[in-house]
C-alpha cells in the first residue's frame, strides 16, 4: 500500500508561483517506481482534470493544453516524490490539487491510477 501526501499548495497573486511536492510512503521504493505518476485538479462544483503526467524514468512528461508552458513536473525517484512547479499562475488555476501514482504509461484520466493523495488547495487571486 502507498500513501501519497501533497504539500506546497497556498494562497497567490496572479503571475505567481508554487510549488507542490507529492512525497510517498508505506511501500517498497519498486512499488513507487512503478508506473507513471500524475498531477490533477478539481475546482469547486468541476471534475477532477488532468493537469500533468510524468513516467517511471521521468523520460517523457505530458500537460494539459491549459497549463503547457507555465507548468512543470518532475520526480525524483530516490526520494519517493514527485513536483509540480507551477509559475505565471491564473486565476482560473485555482483549485484542489492531487497527486496520484501507479498508472499505466501516460495515463491521463483519473480512474487509471491506483493511489491518490488528499489534495492540497491552491487559491491564485486576480
Known amino acids: 500500500q502507498v500513501q501519497l501526501v501533497e504539500s506546497g499548495g497556498g494562497s497567490v497573486q496572479a503571475g505567481g508561483s508554487l510549488r507542490l511536492s507529492c512525497a510517498a510512503s508505506g511501500a517498497t521504493s519498486s512499488s513507487y517506481t512503478m508506473g507513471t505518476v500524475g498531477w490533477f485538479r478539481q475546482a469547486p462544483g468541476k471534475e477532477r482534470e488532468f493537469v500533468a503526467f510524468i513516467i517511471r524514468g521521468g523520460g517523457r512528461t505530458d500537460y494539459a493544453d491549459s497549463v503547457k508552458g507555465r507548468f512543470t513536473i518532475s520526480r525524483d525517484n530516490l526520494k519517493k516524490t514527485a513536483y509540480l512547479q507551477m509559475n505565471s499562475l491564473k486565476p482560473e488555476d485555482t483549485a484542489v490539487y492531487y497527486c496520484?501514482?501507479?498508472?499505466?504509461?501516460?495515463?491521463?484520466?483519473?480512474?487509471?491510477?491506483?493511489?491518490w493523495g488528499q489534495g492540497t488547495q491552491v487559491t491564485v487571486s486576480s
Open positions: 496520484a501514482a501507479d498508472a499505466p504509461y501516460g495515463a491521463t484520466v483519473p480512474g487509471a491510477y491506483r493511489y
